[in-house]
Every structure is written in structure tokens, then in C-alpha cells.
């Protein structure tokens, strides 16, 4: 489990073929590697992946192609990623419950400097868009993020400066593809809603 605060933007330093999927190397420069345990789950762009190797500034995870077929920006040498440990029973929890698992990928279709803060369009997929709500949470490439505004199957969100500052999202253009996952009480909510349904049936 996560926040959504992210605590560094890496980048991928290797990316080798692993039985179709990759074997990445991520290099950080900012997240605190020292008490990283194989086996334990960093957020990468958004996407919980599973630590196999580490070293002081770097980390080893492994990538299926179902993962990378779901997901993006986890495929190309270079690529900045943001970075996340998981969250502890006794970390605070500043951004908002994220599983780390993407439930889709959206695509940019504004990026607008507004003078104090860039507003960001984004258009999600038509299966995600129920999910979404104005004030409520988002998560865009592990970035926690709150909605300002919602149109059908796009929404908007505003960025301060420490957020550009700490995350890849100053690299994004419209069109840039980006990995969403909604907020998971909504999910709940909306089973809850479909048993009591099917049970009324």
C-alpha cells in the first residue's frame, strides 16, 4: 500500500528481456535504499513492483509483459519514473490510500501554466470514468492527486510547483500517455452498490 507522495523522480539506468517481460534497474538519487529488503514493494511510476536486487543508489525489479502491456512509461532506458516505498502501519498518510495497481492508462489532453499552478487535462478511459469524482482522489503515475473538475471521461487537476518540482509530470505534453488508478473506495462503493442489486433481484 501507498500515499501517492512520492519521494523521488528515478529514472530506468537498464532494461534487459526476461521471458517477455524486462528486468529493470532503477536509479535513484533521493529515496533512502537502507532499509529496502528483497522482496519488498516500491511504487514505480504508479505500478507496486517487487525489489530483487539493490545497491546504494540503485534497485532490480522485474516487469511481466502483462504489466507492461498494461501500464506505461516502464519499457524504455532513460524513461524518469517516480518512486514511492510502501507505507508503514506507522507513516502518516498525506496523499491517499493507492494500491499501486493501474486500473488504466489515460492520455494528456491539456497542460496549461496558469501562473501559480498548471492545470492538467487528462482523458481516462470510458471504464474508469464512473470512478471519478470532482474533490475526489486520483492517482496519475503514482502522483496522489485531487479532482478539480469532470466532463464525461475527461478530468482536470491542478499541479503546485513543489509537485513539478518533485515528479515526472513537468515532462508531460499533450497526448503523453499516463497510468491512472482511481480512487479504491470508489471501487468498493460501486461493488457494494452492484451486490445490493443483484441481491434485490
Excluded at 511510476?45 to 545497491?55: E, I, P
Excluded at 491539456?110 to 471504464?127: C, M, N, Y
Excluded at 485531487?146 to 499533450?174: D, W
Aim: hydrophobic share 45%; glycine share 10%.
Amino acid at each position: 500500500m501507498f500515499s501517492g507522495i512520492i519521494a523521488d523522480a528515478g529514472h530506468i539506468a537498464e532494461a534487459s528481456d526476461r521471458d517477455g517481460g524486462l528486468r529493470l534497474v532503477i536509479a535513484t538519487s533521493a529515496l533512502d535504499l537502507g532499509d529496502v529488503q528483497l522482496g519488498d514493494s516500491i511504487a514505480v511510476n504508479g505500478v507496486c513492483l517487487t525489489v530483487v536486487a539493490h545497491s546504494g543508489d540503485s534497485f532490480t525489479v522485474d516487469v511481466s509483459r502483462e504489466t507492461l502491456n498494461c501500464t506505461e512509461g516502464l519499457d524504455a532506458i532513460g524513461a524518469p519514473v517516480n518512486l514511492e516505498k510502501a507505507l508503514r502501519l506507522a507513516d502518516r498518510l498525506g496523499g491517499h490510500l493507492v494500491s499501486g495497481h493501474v486500473d488504466g492508462v489515460g492520455e494528456v489532453v491539456e497542460f496549461t501554466d496558469l501562473g501559480e499552478s498548471w492545470k492538467l487535462v487528462v482523458r481516462a478511459p470510458q471504464a474508469l470514468a464512473g470512478y471519478i469524482a470532482v474533490k475526489g482522489s486520483i492517482t496519475i503515475n503514482g502522483v496522489s492527486l485531487t479532482v478539480n473538475q469532470v466532463n464525461g471521461s475527461e478530468f482536470s487537476v491542478n499541479l503546485i510547483p513543489h509537485t513539478l518540482l518533485m515528479t515526472n509530470l513537468k515532462n508531460l505534453r499533450a497526448g503523453s500517455r499516463i497510468n491512472l488508478e482511481v480512487d479504491m473506495i470508489a471501487r468498493y462503493v460501486e461493488r457494494m452498490m452492484q451486490a445490493k442489486k443483484e441481491q434485490a433481484k
